[in-house]
């Protein structure tokens, strides 16, 4: 609505206010009126139409007579321009109907105009206070006076000005000050939420088609959709933006959009207040017989159940020596602190016959089980790390990742927000992952690997002596396989079972490709149905021998030199001298060995085999090497 004393327009054609038409303009009777019944009198003629706005651009001013002459005739000026300027003061006078309202100059005219006269001073007050009133949260009041300053929007400022009489740059300014109103209106119905949202709709989406590549317009658009439960159209929106914003710009939508995005997909918002929000449960069963490891578990425990839980925390270790089943562990038993659910993903790092998953399948893997259509995953990993974190960011979730190949997987998964929590298992430590919090697991101890044996196989009096306990190299996988064949013949005895261990791991290198044919090793009697400790030895070997990484070769070259040598530990210069190799090559090989756990750095510079470890090297050390037709050495560089 108008102000009162409201006396010039200029937001649209230019207008004058509160007057009556004269004779020709419009019938007696009939003069358009504003919202509140103000009389608004068309300026009919285009030479006085002109005249007006150059005096109301510059109101209050001496506008000069070769300015107005200017814009009256475009630079070119008849010889009766002077009179006939005189003569369309006289009629834009008496149109005025006001004496001393258009004055005469010594060098032109000027044109009075008071406060609140002119419709763009009016305008400019609404955007000022409607832009306190945003910056203070009162969403009625923003309504209110971004309602007022559309109100007095007629079309086009200035009519669309013509070049001589200028004004585009107060054009630009108002145009963007309208849409910037339409913006903070749409805010304010949203936040005040009431049961005129639906009206917004076709404003909304029209205001979306006008301007295809304002995110404002397309982000409010979901969020109407959304909350009057047209969910489907919502994600439509978004995706076509997103699109729009590729193909044209190369970016993704800004993060108002990745928010609105957020809450479309957790449906949280919607007019009846009901969440479609489903709370993930993903984790597998925690194992059915879990023994010893109490101090890991307590340690894991206090940090992920920290006030604000930061960084991962990382649990590493050698093949089968029990990550994943702590992991889960400690996951169920913290089911309670993480009321927002719980994310289990496989990254594959070690799996046999498998690829360790990219960041971008890892993401979408993600994003999808947190009810992401896979037509909305953003391409872009970037993209998609941020929408992970965005739908995490409100939640307390933790997120078990199984089987981590490297720091570089991971970072891209972790949420930033607080409440969350990330168990991540891998081979090795993850010493480049910034605050990660590290716990590297050893074999069990013999009174556990005994409690682990009794209760995974039925059997009682297997005690911490026994000889299956050292057979198996104390690594829970080992124990369980060993359990599982006992379970499996009740007539099998842990001591008949213990003697074939102990005649196959004395095997020298020679025995073992004499018999690699057909004969069992203890690696064989270490596999029972899914469980295998070669199979899972394998998957890491494979991994170094697959890999375009010098290094990563010369690993697994060197593990075939271990197996062959069969020493106690080894270092850089002696592995270095007894086998002819380069003294950095395998320093670094023994090293990244060591990160893969398939050796343990006792003291700086030596290595251990684990017990396992070390028989499965003899089995690799006795096969042909794929290097050389006499013997493993190195690549040339």
């Known amino acids: 609505m108008t102000r009162r004393g409201l006396r010039f327009g200029l937001l649209g054609t230019p207008v004058l206010f509160g007057g009556e038409p004269t004779p020709g303009q419009s019938p007696p009777g009939r003069a358009p009126r504003t919202r509140d019944g103000t009389p608004v009198v068309p300026v009919t003629s285009p030479k006085l139409r002109t005249l007006l706005t150059v005096l109301l651009l510059?109101?209050?001013?001496?506008?000069?007579?070769?300015?107005?002459?200017?814009?009256?005739?475009?630079?070119?000026?008849?010889?009766?321009?002077?009179?006939?300027?005189?003569?369309?003061?006289?009629?834009?006078?008496?149109?005025?109907?006001?004496?001393?309202?258009?004055?005469?100059?010594p060098t032109g005219y000027v044109l009075r105009v008071d406060d609140g006269e002119l419709d763009v001073q009016v305008f400019d007050a609404h955007v000022s206070a409607a832009r306190s009133a945003r910056a203070e949260g009162d969403w009625e009041r923003v309504r209110r006076e971004c309602r007022a300053a559309l109100g007095l929007w007629r079309g086009m400022p200035l009519g669309g000005p013509a070049p001589e009489v200028g004004g585009y740059a107060l054009v630009r300014r108002l145009e963007e000050a309208r849409l910037l109103l339409h913006e903070w209106r749409y805010d304010a119905e949203l936040a005040l939420g009431d049961e005129s949202l639906a009206d917004l709709v076709p404003e909304l989406s029209a205001l979306a088609a006008e301007h295809p590549l304002r995110e404002a317009y397309h982000r409010q658009l979901m969020l109407a959709l959304h909350r009057t439960g047209r969910q489907a159209e919502a994600l439509v929106v978004h995706r076509d933006l997103r699109?729009?914003?590729a193909d044209e710009l190369g970016v993704e939508p800004g993060q108002p959009v990745r928010e609105a995005h957020v809450e479309v997909l957790r449906g949280s918002g919607t007019r009846d207040g009901a969440s479609r929000w489903v709370r993930p449960a993903q984790l597998p069963p925690a194992p059915a017989h879990f023994v010893g490891r109490a101090d890991v578990r307590e340690g894991v425990a206090r940090v992920l159940s920290g006030t604000y839980v930061t960084g991962a925390v990382v649990l590493s270790g050698t093949a089968g020596v029990g990550k994943t089943a702590l992991a889960l562990q400690v996951a169920h038993n913290l089911e309670e602190r993480f009321s927002g659910g719980q994310l289990y993903l496989n990254l594959r790092a070690t799996e046999p016959g498998a690829k360790p998953l990219t960041t971008a399948e890892a993401l979408a893997s993600l994003l999808r089980d947190l009810g992401v259509c896979s037509g909305d995953v953003p391409e872009q990993p970037d993209a998609a790390s941020a929408l992970l974190r965005s739908l995490l960011a409100p939640s307390r979730t933790l997120l078990v990742l199984d089987d981590a190949v490297s720091a570089a997987q991971v970072r891209p998964l972790l949420p930033a927000g607080p409440g969350c929590g990330v168990l991540v298992t891998s081979r090795s430590p993850l010493t480049a992952l910034d605050g990660a919090a590290r716990f590297p697991l050893r074999p069990l101890s013999d009174e556990e690997s005994a409690a682990l044996l009794c209760a995974a196989s039925g059997r009682d009096g297997i005690t911490a002596r026994h000889p299956l306990v050292a057979l198996t190299g104390r690594l829970p996988l080992a124990l369980r396989v060993v359990a599982a064949r006992l379970a499996a013949r009740r007539s099998l005895t842990p001591d008949a079972l213990a003697a074939r261990l102990a005649a196959r791991r004395s095997l020298t290198p020679d025995a073992l490709a004499?018999?690699?044919?057909?004969?069992?090793?203890?690696?064989?009697?270490?596999?029972?149905?899914?469980?295998?400790?070669?199979r899972s030895l394998d998957a890491a070997f494979d991994a170094l021998t697959a890999s375009e990484h010098r290094t990563d070769q010369d690993a697994a070259l060197v593990l075939r030199h271990i197996g062959a040598l069969d020493l106690p530990?080894?270092?850089?210069?002696?592995?270095?001298?007894?086998?002819?190799?380069d003294e950095a090559r395998a320093e670094a090989a023994l090293e990244r060995l060591a990160g893969v756990a398939l050796l343990e750095e006792t003291v700086y510079g030596r290595f251990e085999p684990y017990d396992l470890v070390r028989d499965y090297a003899r089995e690799r050390a006795a096969e042909p090497c794929a290097h050389s037709a006499s013997g493993c050495h190195f690549a040339s560089a």
């Open 58 to 105: 510059d109101a209050g001013r001496v506008v000069s007579v070769e300015a107005l002459k200017d814009a009256l005739w475009g630079g070119a000026p008849p010889v009766s321009a002077l009179p006939s300027l005189h003569n369309h003061v006289a009629r834009l006078r008496r149109l005025l109907g006001e004496p001393g309202r258009l004055l005469t100059a």
């Open 243 to 245: 699109a729009r914003l």
């Open 569 to 581: 530990s080894y270092d850089a210069p002696s592995l270095a001298r007894l086998t002819g190799v």
């Open 514 to 534: 004499a018999r690699l044919a057909g004969a069992d090793s203890r690696l064989d009697l270490l596999d029972h149905d899914d469980l295998g400790v070669r």
